[in-house]
Structures are given as C-alpha cells and as structure tokens.
C-alpha cells in the first residue's frame, strides 16, 4: 500500500533563503507526482506535476525533482518571500489509476519578512 | 483557466439535516472526487466518479453519498448531518488518463455542524 511521508511539518525561514520541502512514496510504480499549495481554509492550488518519465519540472521560482528509484522528490523554492507562507502537500498517484492518488499530509511553510 | 467550482465557501448545518455540496468543473473531465480534510488526518477520499451515473467509495464513505446525473456537476450529499462531518471539503476533477495533467481542486466549503 502506498504511503506519502512529507518531512518537515513544519519550517520556518527567513525571507530570502533558498529552502527545500521532502517527500517520500513507498511504491515507485507511480504514474505522476504532483505538488500543491493550500492556503489557509482553501483549496488546494497545483503548482508542479512531474510525469513518472521526467526527472524534473520548473515554474518561476519552483523546481521539483523526482527519483522513482529511492522515492523521493523534493520541491525546491528559490529566493523564498513571505507569500510563500502556506502548505505544501506532494501526491502520488499509482499505475492502476488516478483512483487512488495518495497525498501527504503537508509541510506548512513561514517565511518571515 | 481550469475551473472547479464549490458552490459554497461556508456553510453551517444543525443535526440530522440533510445536506447538499456541490460541485462543478467546466474543463470536460471524466473523473470527479470528493475528499475531507481535517487537522492530523490529511485528505480522505469519500467517493469519485469516473463517469455520468457512475459511482465508486473511497476510504470514508459512511455518512454520505454522491450524484453524477451531468458530467461536468459532481454532489455529495451528507442524508443526516452529524457533528462529527463538521470539516472541509474539497472537491477535484482530473481527466480519466491524467497521468500529464493531474488534478484540479476546488476552493473547498468547510462545513459546520451543530
């Protein structure tokens, strides 16, 4: 069964720091792996999916990576702001269907001014 | 602009009502899911649609049910509201072989029951 494990919870850094955010699946046979932003109470925005066939996907500021084979990815913020602040949640969805997307439960990010 | 529209942001409901959220994508996506997310236990899949009068339970079904009549609308309906439903809920649509787009979520209603 897959699990999604985000570490940090919770970070907090100063304006301007280059940061990275963790996640680890259990099963490498996944068809993507998607990053969202969740605001406080609202939904879940998506920023970056990187298909199972890529390594890695750029937006601005945001690089995510994917290493099927050690199940990981990482979601790198460059030059971080406080608009930053919020969380972020990973997904990862299996080779039998987007039915059973598997989300972590989030690193909740500050970035102080 | 993709868009998944939760008909409401906030809505507070008394026990044993019956309840309505609804939810409409304009993006022509087969699939259609509904989740709750609540502090400490993440989002939890209640039920998704692949279809037009499809239906299909996701991990935490009691309590609630699901209407595709249209393919782009999606409701969940809670037939007798109970405390313990108080918490957001978040709708999202994907295309049947999302693998290139992933989904799409809502704005989420947080839902109180009293």
């Known amino acids: 069964k897959q699990e999604v494990t985000q570490i940090p919870a919770a970070l907090s850094v100063p304006e301007g720091e280059n940061l990275v955010l963790n996640c680890s699946f259990t099963?490498?046979?996944?068809?993507?792996l998607q990053w969202f932003r969740q605001d406080p109470g609202k939904g879940l925005t998506s920023l970056l999916l990187?298909?199972?066939?890529?390594r890695e996907q750029t937006s601005g500021r945001l690089n995510a990576s994917l290493d099927k084979s050690s199940g990981r990815s990482t979601l790198y913020i460059a030059a971080s702001q406080p608009g930053d602040s919020a969380t972020y949640l990973c997904a990862a969805s299996p080779y039998t269907g987007g039915f059973k997307t598997i989300f972590g439960a989030g690193t909740r990010l500050f970035v102080k001014a | 602009d993709v868009k998944v529209t939760q008909s409401s942001r906030y809505l507070v409901k008394r026990t044993g009502e019956k309840v309505f959220l609804e939810c409409v994508q304009d993006m022509d996506h087969e699939n259609m899911f509904w989740y709750r997310q609540d502090p400490g236990l993440g989002l939890r899949l209640i039920y998704f649609s692949y279809d037009v009068k499809m239906k299909e339970k996701g991990d935490i079904p009691e309590g609630y049910s699901v209407s595709r009549e249209k393919k782009e609308r999606f409701s969940l309906i809670l037939e007798s509201a109970s405390t313990n439903q108080t918490s957001m809920y978040l709708c999202a649509s994907s295309f049947l072989l999302q693998a290139n787009y992933g989904y799409t979520f809502g704005s989420g209603t947080r839902l109180t029951v009293v």
């Open positions: 099963d490498s046979a996944i068809y993507n």
């Open positions: 990187i298909q199972s066939s890529q």
